[in-house]
């Protein structure tokens, strides 16, 4: 009697780099690499306990991966930059 063939289970690809993100046994230069997936960031920003200040410093840098708009400028009614629609008129 055959066993039958397993079938692979499905994977979430974010939820697995996140997990890798969270373990404390995971290399500095792999986790670098994994920096700059915006969930895996995260993860690794909230769950670290062991970050150097260097890297805490690459985390901030790289941030949330939401665009913040510039100091002093407004998004205007296309959700532009007032000064990109200026440019461009």
Known sequence: MQTPPRLPVPVHLDEVLKALARNARLPVPLLRRLLQHGGAREEAAR???DLTDQVAEEIDTLGNGKAEPRAGLQPGPSGRDE???GAQR
């Open 83 to 85: 000064a990109q629609a």
């Open 47 to 49: 769950w670290r306990s």
